[in-house]
DNA sequence: CCAGAGATTTAGGTACGCCTAAAATTATAG
DNA sequence: CTATAATTTTAGGCGTACCTAAATCTCTGG
């Protein structure tokens, strides 16, 4: 009697649009969803099929559409995957509604059960602990606007920059000379043409970078910058001057294990 | 000449695993394809002629497989894609490896340039902003750990609690004297069976709420927990007592326009 | 070098998920 | 009450993506 846990993305779309159209107007036609979806009338009458076969929809050639008990419980699950990722794309990270409801249209098939109880959880700590809230967050859009350039956090409670951190000043050193697993913020790199590659590749004064491998032969060093994957010659890294901010921890419950992936 | 800058999430994932294949031994061959994506040997076939088609990859039959330069490219952004989603779940949210590495499976194909951006430019907000920071992550696994129970910052430097917010101590009110729009947290609810529904819902005492629409006929309230809507009769809301925390703002560039909305 | 083992491709089938065009049904206007 | 319009379904087709079974190719040991 129980519905299947798991059903195709499509169809999560369309029992997610019958959910809304049947909050709406009390119940749907296949021309509401054809619309909705965006497909031609016919391809909704298969999915209806479907979705009666598994009895999550009431539905009848030429009847009206609605949801059964387990379709509206079902509904319910996805609508509310979409919600929190939009909710969390708008509130916390201040994407604009708009482009956040697609994304989470396009995402909400995927998600797992923890991550979106995660993402609830987190909107919650930012707007209750004390060091979040909404200036905090009005902190990190300030920071977005203009993190093509200095990238840190200058007007985001300022009296707290040095308390908070005991506002350790590292000196500059060449990012050749810092060993893996660092991680450490850009100060200065190369001027003119050698540095420029790397310029263009993120690697700005103020970008944050890690150092995923060092020491190998000739002096190369691996960074990563914005999720980006680079490498670096000798000459390269040696004329990138960095402040080191922290070692990466070796939590074995988090950090990826050695060998090889499970799942791409 | 360009490839096309789109191909199926499936056609990602035989480009991404290909990508890992040839990082780690030179060149790929369709059973490691096919042990990787765990298909059939002949589904790989299938899909390298597509890639091939699109001039991402160099194969003919019987021969290694390796990517063109535009193959490498596509490649690398998906693997992007990837490891910043699976790098915000571990690093932010303080999801566990094998969890988030799965989920951003299956979300690498659907998510949106800017929201990629989003999350780079979080997670190192996070991370250098002077009231973000290893510690507060920490606060927040801690919150996570017990959030079922009171749900909020206890232990995330209550140094700050007072500084930060002022320090507003809300009288306990009930629920249904809240206005639309309101946030609140839980105090407490109603003991006994008429409250046990709710509990059992996510209303319980610590528990952040925002009332979406008050003053029904009948006293009925809606409200939001944790992504669930529920709607509560006079007689429940008024056996819940919360304390307000602030009016969700009617910030036009980033809320829900009113009207239908145009996705799902 | 040649036979068997293993890897790869081909052949043929199923299930989605969309389409257009035509047929059937329901709604509406005169 | 009928004729026309609108909606919905059916029929038939296409592309993706997987499968099993059989044919073909490559590799390797004796």
């Known amino acids: 009697m129980t519905a299947p846990s798991h059903i195709s993305a499509s169809l999560e779309d369309y029992i997610e649009a019958i959910f809304h159209i ?4 009390q119940a749907a036609k296949p021309r509401d969803l054809a619309g909705k979806l965006r497909v031609a009338n016919s391809s909704v009458t298969g999915a209806l099929r479907l979705l009666a076969g598994k009895g999550l929809i009431n539905y009848a050639p030429y009847d009206i559409i609605t949801l059964t008990p ?3 419980a079902y509904a319910r699950d996805v609508v509310r995957r979409h919600e929190v990722l939009r909710d969390f794309f708008v509130d916390v990270l201040a994407v604009g509604y708009k482009e956040a409801d697609e994304a989470a249209c396009g995402m909400e098939h995927a998600i797992s ?3 979106v109880e995660r993402l609830v959880q987190f909107a919650e700590f930012v707007e209750v602990c004390p060091r979040g809230g909404e200036d905090w967050i009005a902190g990190f859009r300030r920071h977005c606007e203009r993190s093509s350039a200095a990238g840190s956090c200058v007007s985001c409670v300022d009296v707290l920059s040095g308390a908070l951190r005991g506002g350790h000043k590292s000196k500059a050193v060449k990012l050749n000379t810092v060993r893996q697993g660092w991680k450490c913020r ?3 790199t190369a ?3 050698a540095g420029r590659r790397l310029r263009e590749m993120g690697v700005t004064p103020g970008a944050l970078l890690e150092v995923e491998s060092a020491g190998a032969s000739g002096g190369t060093v691996d960074v990563k910058v914005k999720g980006y994957h680079i490498s670096l010659d000798g000459g390269e890294s040696g004329g990138i001057y960095v402040e080191t901010l922290c070692r990466e921890q070796d939590r074995d419950d988090i950090r990826r294990p050695e060998g090889k992936r499970t799942l791409l």
């Open 22 to 25: 049947v909050a709406e107007k």
């Open 113 to 115: 059960k923890a991550i």
């Open 186 to 188: 850009v100060i200065k």
């Open 191 to 193: 001027s003119g043409g």
């Open 70 to 72: 387990a379709g509206a």
